[in-house]
């Protein structure tokens, strides 16, 4: 990491924690399409994941449990993260919410089982000990353009619950 990157990277989450004072702050990694398991990938697919990943921003971003850090800040970190041409793994995520001061993470995937069947995967890790506190997996049966982001509102509203359980 060089030093005008790592300098960004703790600009950009003190800003964001800032508007949140008391609020432990959350990194939200953006979604990920999974098709390696789809019978039929579709020009859709990677449409339903950044409607899904809006919603959960949303969701967050309205949260009084947690402060969202800056998603174009997190997408850029783990830009940075990514440039050896490696995908940024559990470790590497965690490592990347370090970085950026959060006390949380939130990542996931959405996979196309089959034209009618998707997965929504999803995972909030306390930063601070680098273990997951919640796992969810949803299996998503009908639009996927309408149901992946009630999925993701779902695990945002599980993500509130379970930071509020730790913290109280």
């Not at 949260?63 to 995908?87: F, K, Q, W």
């Not at 273990?131 to 639009?143: A, F, H, T």
Request: with cysteine.
């Amino acid at each position: 990491m060089t030093p005008l990157v790592g300098l960004v990277w703790s600009a950009g989450a003190a800003l964001a924690a800032q508007s949140g004072a008391g609020r432990p702050a959350i990194a939200v990694i953006n979604l990920r399409f999974d098709g390696a398991h789809a019978n039929v990938l579709g020009p859709g697919d990677t449409a339903v994941v950044a409607a899904a990943t809006s919603s959960l921003l949303a969701t967050l971003r309205a949260s009084e449990a947690v402060t969202l850090i800056d998603s174009a800040t997190v997408a850029a970190a783990v830009a940075a993260a990514e440039a050896d041409g490696n995908p940024c793994d559990n470790p590497c995520a965690i490592a990347v919410a370090r970085r950026l001061e959060a006390r949380w993470l939130a990542k996931g995937s959405i996979s196309n089982l089959s034209g009618l069947v998707w997965q929504f995967a999803a995972e909030l890790f306390d930063v601070t000990t680098g273990q997951p506190v919640l796992v969810d997996s949803y299996e998503i049966k009908g639009d996927p353009a309408r149901m992946a982001p009630v999925g993701a509102h779902m695990f945002a509203q599980r993500v509130e619950k379970a930071v509020a359980g730790v913290l109280h």
